[in-house]
């Protein structure tokens, strides 16, 4: 994967070294036609010189708020030199001084064309990401419907249970009452017969022991 400081907007880390004299003092400027840092007095001399007079030179602040500047780091083996081309090999960005150096025989190609292939790697990327979220968002989506339709099915289920448990247990109250009312009539017939029986044999056991 291509380094990540190719592409570097917004919140860029400037280089502290200024681009033609190399001092680290007062690097305050940034022309955004050289893509080069300047400090104070080397900002003067870009303003003046006929070649550079009518460059864009704004405060560093200014420039990496620029959301389509894009900053060229300034090369760490040879000072003042931007990194304006990008090692395959490597995976790294350098400048052209590198190039005739340690990475002489490496494929290399121009940093903006690096950038532009990185963007485009990275705009694929998110389209397949975006593509695989929307399918997983609606897979979730789908869940939640079947989850809900099944607990509203269990709550119907539910509701009838509990209209079915109270109509059978009307109905069973009131056959229990209906048997409770029928023993309770037998037992009265019962005790009616019972006394009936008793009289009859309590006279007639009087009527033995008189004679």
């Not at 200024?18 to 001399?45: G, S």
């Not at 064309?113 to 695989?132: T, Y």
């Not at 979730?140 to 709550?155: M, N």
């Amino acid at each position: 994967m291509a380094s990540t400081f190719l592409i570097r907007r917004a919140q860029v880390q400037v280089p502290d070294t200024c681009a033609w004299c190399e001092t680290i003092q007062d690097v305050n400027w940034y022309c955004n036609d050289c893509l080069e840092v300047l400090c104070d007095r080397c900002k003067e001399i870009h303003k003046r010189a006929n070649r550079t007079k009518n460059d864009d030179v704004v405060p560093i602040k200014e420039a990496n708020k620029q959301d389509e500047a894009v900053l060229l780091e300034v090369c760490k083996t040879h000072r003042g030199k931007t990194c304006d081309l990008y090692c395959s090999d490597c995976d790294i960005a350098m400048c052209a001084m590198c190039l005739t150096g340690k990475h002489k025989q490496h494929t290399f190609k121009n940093i903006e064309e690096e950038i532009g292939a990185q963007k485009q790697n990275m705009q694929d990327q998110l389209k397949i990401l975006k593509s695989k979220l929307d399918h997983f968002d609606d897979n979730l989506s789908k869940r939640h419907e079947v989850s809900k339709s099944f607990k509203e099915s269990v709550d119907v289920v539910r509701q009838t249970v509990q209209t079915q448990r109270l109509k059978l247990k009307a109905e069973v109250d009131s056959i229990a009452d209906s048997v409770l009312v029928e023993l309770s009539a037998l037992v009265e017939e019962e005790e009616k017969i019972y006394q009936h029986d008793c009289k009859s044999h309590e006279q007639t056991i009087k009527e033995i022991k008189q004679l």
